[in-house]
């Protein structure tokens, strides 16, 4: 057996143990994941500082290197963060609904955690112990997979993890960690063993999970946000919102990429729009928009038809004149990625009609699509952003980790009795 | 462009439309497609009688001809149906969760339609219109692909079910029909078209689909369902809970395959199980339970590891001897399907640990495997039974055809103002 296989069949027995613990068991867990990361600062700080000098060498981007480095500031950031998840209400085994079939009969529909999940995220140290504190606090099993240039940090805060739950009398096989590609490959082919996986990094890797493995995946490839700016929008907000939304962080996959504008305001907004871009970005634009931007001294490229679908991720905008709602929500839905998308208008029929029509994880009104994210939302820590339409959508939290299934409490009942001429009726009173 | 492909893309367009439709029309269009059928009742009924001289004329089992025959009272039986799901609450865009993230920052998460199904069922014509009235009440389009031998009667209510839907000022392309295999391969590669697949019909058929498609799939493989008869049993519910969930109705997904017993009890329960069971049921039981049997009299094979694994499907059942709950638990969790099982007890302490440590989608204490449908849940019409832990468990109704969006609804807000060193503070209050 392989040694992913091996930690499959383990994280299988693991998650059956953590979905019969009690929440305070979870809990304690949790806490000692704090102590232990405290005990061994100096052992993980210095994990850290091998990772980061053997990145140096390797001349990591700036970007990376600066996700990989675990300043004090982070470290306490990560207890924090640890605290935050620990002191959330449990939500495992609670009653979703409630129905009485008949006398004697009732089904029951009951919160569980999902069972075994696999997840792979990018070189941030932090993302290993959130993932792991939520998956513990649900009652599920978790195997990670973590960038290979933060291998011995990973590893020093695996130890702390799985000593705690020790410590607390769970399985410490319920979270743990491979170092390879080829167990990855291995994993997302085990449907048998692993219930759902959380692929976090580039596009072209979440898009190569979601194709080869048949195992259901939370995630987002793409992050093709739009903000449209409509014929009655207020020239200040929307100039504010598309510096915001393209400019505060370029890099991320709620940043916009395509600006869509009315045509009959395009005159009066691109030049102040354009303005307040200060030259930052590259702009990419349709015949009128182009037209309008050079008349008004500014620089633009002609945008093609590939611009509407690419994720620039960068300074970089494309511009489409439109001619209304309409034509926007049509864009939109055709070559948007369901991540985020929003309208700039105080017209407040267009914006119910955009709010409406727009099939995206998030649809916004008069706000920024730098919005999307679990912590802005208000649900503490979040295992990822989902484009998918099944199970969760849009930043998700611990409702993402979370299943369920039907207790039915008989007394000896059988379907013969509710079946042919003389069938007994059934009750089927809601009690929640 | 490809038939399948034609249908998909106008499907993605029809979703847009019944999206943004309002609950009166689709309601409206139910109520037609009941008007519509009662017109075109004789032309209905002869299609289906078509259909049903063909396959006699193929030789199709008993069975399925049972299924594909279209009587008065199965007619009547479907209008009933249609005017059920009519009369369910309208359930899209209504509002899940509300939070104040700010002052004059408002999210809000509400339910939305799911977007393009592509539902594969047997040759049952009225799962065709059960299906298309549950897609047209959420505001979702479907492609259905119905057996073969069912063609006609098919065609003929799909006339009737595009009629009202034009008659409602709704796209008739929200519900869709295509009649070729080929048709059904090329759907399940359209991720980017179809967003749930709902295959119904045999094991290998539904395996075939999840392991060839990357598109969420709604179902259930295999129905391998237990029954745990535990030392503290009553004798009498155990034996008349055995014989319901085995004989009742066979063949379907939801009978028990394998009874587990325990060895305790062994002795008195098997003599009087076998005794119920009339001969009727070819026994296969491991060395324990053979014994017993044979020295009270009764035939049985010996089992071999495989039975544990095998859906008869059948008047067959496996019978295995346990030390005890724990030992029954772990059975079910290794080689059962995650559908349902059940324990018999009268005691409280076993039945809540089988209750919570058993991972399956309907987990019973003392009553009939059998019970796991839809219709008897209190869930009117039912789209299909997942064995799946991701969006909808076991049994699966309107909830199963819904998703959900966030809208985020601001005044000029951005991200920039809550970073930094002078950020501001979210409230994240929780309104609903």
Redesign the interface.
């Known amino acids: 057996m392989s040694e992913a296989n091996e930690k499959a069949v383990l994280a299988k027995k693991a998650?059956?143990a953590m979905?019969?613990s009690g929440s305070k068991e979870r809990d304690r867990a949790l806490a000692l994941i704090v102590l232990e990361m405290k005990k061994s600062k100096a052992k993980i700080i210095a994990a850290n500082e091998k990772d980061v000098a053997e990145a140096k060498k390797n001349n990591l981007a700036a970007q990376l290197l600066k996700r990989l480095l675990l300043s004090e500031e982070k470290f306490s950031e990560i207890l924090h963060e640890i605290e935050g998840v620990k002191k959330q209400p449990d939500s495992v085994?609670k009653t979703i609904s409630k129905?009485l079939?008949d006398k004697g009969?009732e089904?029951e529909q009951i919160s569980?955690p999902?069972?075994v999940i696999c997840a792979i995220f990018e070189s941030r140290p932090d993302a290993l112990v959130q993932i792991s504190s939520l998956s513990i606090k649900t009652g599920n099993a978790v195997i990670l997979k973590g960038g290979s240039e933060a291998l011995n940090t990973n590893r020093a805060l695996l130890d702390c993890i799985q000593s705690a739950l020790n410590g607390a009398g769970l399985p410490s096989e319920a979270v743990q960690f491979v170092d390879s590609r080829e167990a990855v490959q291995e994993l997302i082919k085990m449907?048998s063993h692993i219930?759902?996986i959380i692929p976090r990094g580039s596009s072209a890797f979440v898009k190569f999970i979601?194709?080869?493995?048949?195992i259901?995946?939370l995630g987002h490839s793409d992050g093709i946000c739009h903000e449209y700016v409509d014929e009655k929008a207020?020239m200040?907000?929307a100039v504010?919102?598309c510096?915001?939304?393209k400019c505060?962080?370029p890099a991320v996959c709620n940043a916009m990429e395509t600006l869509l504008v009315h045509e009959k305001i395009a005159e009066k907004f691109l030049p102040q729009y354009a303005k307040a871009l200060a030259g930052k970005v590259g702009l990419r634009a349709d015949e009128k928009a182009l037209a309008i931007l050079k008349k008004t001294g500014f620089d633009a490229k002609k945008a093609t038809e590939e611009d509407w679908a690419t994720e620039y991720n960068d300074l970089i905008l494309s511009i489409k004149t439109v001619k209304g709602v309409e034509e926007a929500i049509e864009h939109i839905?055709r070559f948007g990625s369901k991540h985020t998308d929003?309208i700039i208008t105080e017209d407040r029929k267009n914006a119910a009609?955009f709010?409406?029509?727009v099939?995206?994880?998030?649809?916004?009104?008069?706000?920024?699509t730098?919005?999307?994210d679990g912590y802005?939302?208000?649900k503490g820590a979040e295992v990822g952003i989902s484009t998918?339409?099944?199970?969760a959508?849009?930043p998700s939290g611990v409702e993402a980790l979370l299943?369920?299934?039907?207790?039915?409490?008989?007394?000896?009942?059988?379907?013969?009795d509710?079946?042919g001429k003389k069938a007994k009726k059934?009750l089927?009173k809601?009690l929640k």
């Open positions: 998650f059956l979905s019969i085994g129905t079939l009969l089904l569980t999902i069972g449907n219930d759902l979601q194709e080869n493995s048949s259901p995946v207020d200040k907000k504010k919102i510096v915001d939304a505060q962080y839905n929003g009609k709010l409406q029509a099939d995206s994880a998030g649809v916004y009104w008069n706000a920024s730098r919005f999307a802005r939302y208000g998918g339409k099944i199970h959508r849009g299943s369920y299934k039907y207790l039915l409490k008989g007394n000896g009942h059988i379907v013969a509710y079946s059934f089927h809601k």
